[in-house]
C-alpha cells in the first residue's frame, strides 16, 4: 500500500522541461538543415517579426528559411504563454518556442517535429 501512494505521488508530479535557449534551438535546428539562413535586420532599430501581433506577445522573433521555406521562430521567456500564442495562431510550439507559419507547409512541419521537437498546439 505504501508503494502504491509513491506510485501515485510520483506519477501526479509533472515537472516542465527546461526552455530552450536561443544557441540551443539554433543547434537543433542546423542539425536538421545545415542551410538554415536567419535573415538580420539592416540596423539594430529595425525589428524583423512585431511581437505585438501576437497574443501574448513574444519576446523576438526571427525569420529563419528551412529548406527554402521561412518559418517564424518566436521566442518567449514562458512556456505557458508560448503555448497560449500557439493556440491562439493554430501553430506549432517547442517549449518556450513557437513556430508560426509551419501550419499546412509540409515540408516545415516534418522538420519541426522530428529536429525541433514541436506540437501542434491544440
Not at 535557449?21 to 537543433?28: A, G, K, V
Not at 505585438?52 to 518567449?76: A, F, K, Q, W
Request: some cysteine.
Amino acid at each position: 500500500m505504501r508503494y502504491l501512494f509513491f506510485l501515485f505521488i510520483f506519477i501526479g508530479c509533472t515537472k516542465e522541461l527546461p526552455n530552450y535557449d536561443p544557441i540551443q534551438f539554433r543547434e537543433m535546428a542546423r542539425k536538421g538543415d545545415p542551410n538554415m539562413t536567419v535573415k538580420v535586420p539592416k540596423n539594430l532599430s529595425e525589428q524583423l517579426v512585431d511581437c505585438s501581433d501576437y497574443t501574448p506577445p513574444c519576446r523576438y522573433g526571427l525569420i529563419v528559411t528551412v529548406h527554402n521555406v521561412e518559418m517564424r521562430p518566436l521566442y518567449y521567456d514562458d512556456q505557458k504563454k508560448a503555448l497560449k500564442a500557439a493556440k491562439r495562431i493554430r501553430g506549432y510550439v517547442a517549449r518556450n518556442w513557437v513556430l508560426d507559419d509551419v501550419a499546412g507547409e509540409p515540408v516545415l512541419e516534418k522538420f519541426v517535429k522530428k529536429h525541433l521537437g514541436a506540437v501542434k498546439a491544440e
